[in-house]
Structures are given as C-alpha cells and as structure tokens.
T-cell receptor, first 114, second 111 residues
Framework: DADVTQTPRNRITKTGKRIMLECSQT?????MYWYRQDPGLGLRLIYY???????NKGEISDGYSVSRQAQAKFSLSLESAIPNQTALYFC?????????????FGSGTRLTVV | SQKIEQNSEALNIQEGKTATLTCNYT??????LQWYRQDPGRGPVFLLL?????KEKRKERLKVTFDTTLKQSLFHITASQPADSATYLC??????????FGTGTRLTVIP
C-alpha cells in the first residue's frame, strides 16, 4: 500500500459544486500539506497542518478549506469550484523537519472544473 | 519578489553523458535545498538534500552543489540512462519549515 493515498485520482466537476479531496497516510508523520501543480507555475502550497489542532494557510488558500480529522487524514475542500481551480492536487507529509528525508507525496488528484 | 527558476523547461541529452540542471533563486534565504524527481502522473519523489553550509553532496550517480553567493544549485546526473528521463524539481527549505518549489526541468535521455 502507498504511504500517502489520495482519493479520488481523477475528478470532473461542474462550476459551483462543492468537492472534497481526501488524503490519508501511513507514515506516522505529524505534518501534512496540500499543494496544487499547474504547468509553468510549479507546486504551490495551499494549506498545511503541523498537528491535528494546527491548520495554516499557504500562499494560495483563497477558495479552499481543509480539515485535519486525525493524524493520518487531511482533506481539502473546494466550497464552490471554479474553472481556474482545474489543476493537479498533491497531498504530502513530512516528519518534524521535512529536511533530511524530504516530503512524501501522494500520487495526486487531477481535478477538472467545467 | 521571490522567484525560483530552473534553467529550462526541457533538456535532451545522449545516454552516457552527464546531465546538468540548474536552480536559481532570488529573495530567499534557504536553510537547505532539496531535489525531487517527478514521473508523469505521479507525485514528486525526494532524491537529495544539501544544506546551506555544504558545498557538494553525492549519492550514487547524483551530485548536487549549492552556492549561496550565486544563489544557485546545480544537479548532475552522471552516466545518464533512459530511465533517468523525468522532471526534476528543486525545492528551497526555509527556517519556517516550508518548502518552495521550482517549476521543474523535464529531462529526456536519448538512447
């Protein structure tokens, strides 16, 4: 089984719909992150959480919300999806520093908003 | 403004040669720099870390250099193989334990 599992892998949704992307991990890491990846823009941080009671906005949090249901679960919601939220979304985890062993990424969710 | 630039979107190289990828940054003070590999349809995979007080790091056929004066990291793959074909991302780590990614360089190793 993958260390970081994202569901769904692909999703097409309509403008204005609410959608949730889910992430679970078996790494035992406290820290979890949501990134989006767009061609030419690289990975950009949406939200991050250093433990269950800690949620922080990243550089592009507008239009998104998150929930850390447990140490192993971190979900990302788009309350009212819009076409420019079409992107590849990645969940990642790290240990306390994220420095020595890097981040562990899931395989991503490709989201299309039509 | 803060910027992380990787030398080119795509790099083609002949099998057996050394591939050199560049990561330049402005208006960051990274404590460390990481390199990741990303295959199509997959998430990035961590390869190497180099800290601000280190000049060079090696791991098998990979070598990373870090020049904080030039604000640049070079990533080398020696004796490149077709299996090395992928997109390579550099990422800067700051003291706040956040990671900022470059846009990546897509490497193709031609047999």
């Amino acid at each position: 089984d993958a260390d970081v599992t994202q569901t769904p892998r692909n999703r097409i949704t309509k403008t204005g719909k609410r959608i949730m992307l889910e992430c679970s991990q078996t790494k035992g890491h406290d820290r979890m992150y949501w990134y989006r990846q767009d061609p030419g823009l690289g990975l950009r941080l949406i939200y991050y959480s250093f433990d269950v009671k800690d949620i922080n906005k990243g550089e592009i949090s507008d239009g998104y919300s998150v929930s850390r249901q447990a140490q192993a679960k971190f979900s990302l919601s788009l309350e009212s999806a819009i076409p420019n939220q079409t992107a590849l979304y990645f969940c990642a985890t790290s240990d306390q520093t994220g420095e020595y062993y890097g981040y562990t990424f899931g395989s991503g969710t490709r989201l299309t908003v039509v | 403004s803060q910027k992380i630039e990787q030398n080119s979107e795509a790099l083609n190289i002949q099998e057996g040669k050394t591939a050199t990828l560049t990561c330049n940054y402005t208006n960051y003070s990274p404590a460390y720099l990481q390199w990741y590999r990303q295959d199509p349809g997959r998430g990035p995979v961590f390869l190497l870390l180099i800290r601000e007080n280190e000049k060079e790091k090696r791991k098998e056929r990979l070598k990373v250099t870090f020049d904080t004066t030039l604000k640049q990291s070079l990533f080398h793959i020696t004796a490149s193989q077709p299996a090395d074909s992928a997109t390579y991302l550099c990422a800067l780590g700051t003291g706040a334990n956040n990671l900022f990614f470059g846009t990546g360089t897509r490497l193709t190793v031609i047999p």
